[in-house]
């Protein structure tokens, strides 16, 4: 079972910048691709951005160039560092890991509970 905390979220200003974080912790064989979704009443919940063990990345058009995810991976944890926020960016932010069990090897996807990200004036 893995755990992932989110922390980060809040009210920000148009063109400011803000800096989510996700932990996981658990007992798992390994942690493997982790990112970031969100989603907004109403919509279905979207991928923001995607980075695998070794470190590949990918971004949704709409956040290319103003969001960067990273990762340690000596600390399991993922961070999205938004830059340049703008009012459609508000939305509640969710962290996903997929990790892989330490007693059947098998692979599994775990959500954390979401943080909330303003833009507004």
């Known amino acids: 079972q893995v755990q992932l905390v989110e922390s980060g979220g809040g009210l920000v200003q148009p063109g400011g910048s803000l800096r989510l974080s996700c932990a996981a912790s658990?007992?798992?064989?390994?942690?493997?691709?982790m990112g970031w979704y969100r989603q907004v009443p109403g919509k279905q919940r979207e991928l923001v951005a995607v980075?695998?063990?070794?470190?590949?990345?990918n971004y949704a058009d709409s956040v290319k160039g103003r969001f960067t995810i990273s990762r340690d991976n000596a600390k399991n944890t993922v961070y999205l560092q938004m830059n340049s926020l703008k009012p459609e960016d508000t939305a509640v932010y969710y962290c996903?890991?997929?990790?892989?069990?330490?007693?059947?090897?098998?692979?599994?996807?775990?959500w954390g509970q979401g943080t909330q990200v303003t833009v507004s004036s």
């Open positions: 980075i695998t063990s070794g470190g590949s990345t």
């Open positions: 658990g007992k798992f064989f390994s942690i493997n691709a």
């Open positions: 996903n890991a997929g990790a892989t069990s330490q007693i059947t090897r098998a692979d599994y996807n775990y």
